[in-house]
T-cell receptor, first 109, second 114 residues
Framework: GQNIDQPTEMTATEGAIVQINCTYQTSGFNGLFWYQQHAGEAPTFLSYNVLDGLEEKGRFSSFLSRSKGYSYLLLKELQMKDSASYLCAVRDSNYQLIWGAGTKLIIKP | ETGVTQTPRHLVMGMTNKKSLKCEQHLGHNAMYWYKQSAKKPLELMFVYNFKEQTENNSVPSRFSPECPNSSHLFLHLHTLQPEDSALYLC?????????????FGPGTRLTVL
């Protein structure tokens, strides 16, 4: 079966750095997405990785290792507004998105 | 504001009611999706439409009936639902079905079935 694993919940301090991991086992691989979802709102696109390595976008970076079936989302200089759920999703060989259950990130002052 | 709107935002219905959820995208996309999101579970893909044609139905019970009259509008007709169908229903769209196409989501309809 296809599976995406990510921690259920993480806590971090305002101003700090946090890394949210995602491991996957899918039928084929055609890219990995990270989305942010604030409570009661739509998931919004953060990043897309299809090649190994690090993609940086301001305070957010996403890393991919296809050989290890592993990705992480790195958030720097955490702000209170970063409190949200972070969803990892992998596009399989049929171009269907397989979703993780999401990681709820709690930022404390 | 993602360019995808959904109405209503909240819906409470009895098991014998019939209701419809509406989704509209203003992005000029060709693919539209219905997802179910339950607490602490992964997003479940329900239906996919590409150029108005249904391309996927992930074993969804017949009490959920989608309709896509054009590439900008998507409906989910609900009939004789069960309490376990209570969830957040998300609509999404993408340029096409595949590649690096990013899906853009609406805010969802929070459905409660009594």
């Amino acid at each position: 079966g296809q599976n995406i694993d990510q921690p259920t919940e993480m806590t971090a301090t305002e101003g700090a750095i946090v890394q949210i991991n995602c491991t996957y086992q899918t039928s084929g691989f055609n890219g990995l997405f990270w989305y942010q979802q604030h409570a009661g709102e739509a998931p919004t696109f953060l990043s897309y990785n299809v090649l190994d390595g690090l993609e940086e976008k301001g305070r957010f970076s996403s890393f991919l290792s296809r050989s290890k079936g592993y990705s992480y989302l790195l958030l720097k200089e955490l702000q209170m507004k970063d409190s949200a759920s972070y969803l990892c999703a992998v596009r399989d060989s049929n171009y269907q998105l397989i979703w993780g259950a999401g990681t709820k990130l709690i930022i404390k002052p | 504001e993602t360019g995808v709107t959904q109405t209503p935002r909240h819906l409470v219905m009895g098991m014998t009611n019939k209701k419809s959820l509406k989704c509209e995208q203003h992005l000029g996309h060709n693919a539209m999706y219905w997802y179910k999101q339950s607490a602490k579970k992964p997003l479940e893909l329900m239906f996919v439409y590409n150029f108005k044609e249904q391309t996927e139905n992930n074993s969804v019970p017949s009490r959920f009936s989608p309709e896509c009259p054009n590439s900008s509008h998507l409906f989910l007709h609900l009939h004789t639902l069960q309490p376990e169908d209570s969830a957040l229903y998300l609509c999404a769209s993408s340029q096409d079905r595949g590649g690096s196409d990013t899906q853009y989501f609406g805010p969802g309809t929070r459905l409660t079935v009594l």
